[in-house]
């Protein structure tokens, strides 16, 4: 699979392939190898048709949430290609990621993953955010303590980002251009 995009914070690295696999590795002090610790449910190889999921992805973001938390950012387009998709998951350090020693065998393997509870019921880690964005698929995204920019077909949109027991995203401003962009940046004051 073709990495089309990475990103990194401290020891984890996440990417997305070109056939909508995600994944979130961990490198451990002192290794030189990568231990995948998380894959993103339903998408990838094994991907179903119907999956709410479904997303060709183009951007990535690992950000820290807390100090046991990250949230992870997706963005990309629908199957349709003609919109696009921002999703991310909050994933608990502790209680969502699974440490599998082979890197090779998980990235060909979807049984390594167990998504089950206790009753034996199927279960799927869902995204905290899954906004459809109908300005067009998104290319790059950036984000700045509660901010989340992004390019999406000839627009620049900008969301304000509430985190906790209910995630949601409040659009702020859209802007229409006459180009299409493919990269972003934010700080303090400029987009």
Known sequence: ERIVTISTFRNWVAFATDTGGIYVLNYAEGMSMPTVVWKAPGIGKS?????????????ILLVEASTSVLNLWV?????????????????????DFEYIDELEEVLWDDSDFEDSDTDGDETQKVPAIDVAVEEGPIFSLAKKDRTVAVTAGQCLIKWEYYGGDESFLTKLKTIQTDQTFYTICLNDKFI
């Open 47 to 59: 991907q179903k048709a119907e999956s709410i999921q479904q997303i060709a992805p183009e951007t």
């Open 75 to 95: 963005g990309g387009g629908n199957s349709n290609t003609a919109t696009g998709r921002l999703l991310m998951w909050e994933l608990d350090i502790e209680e």
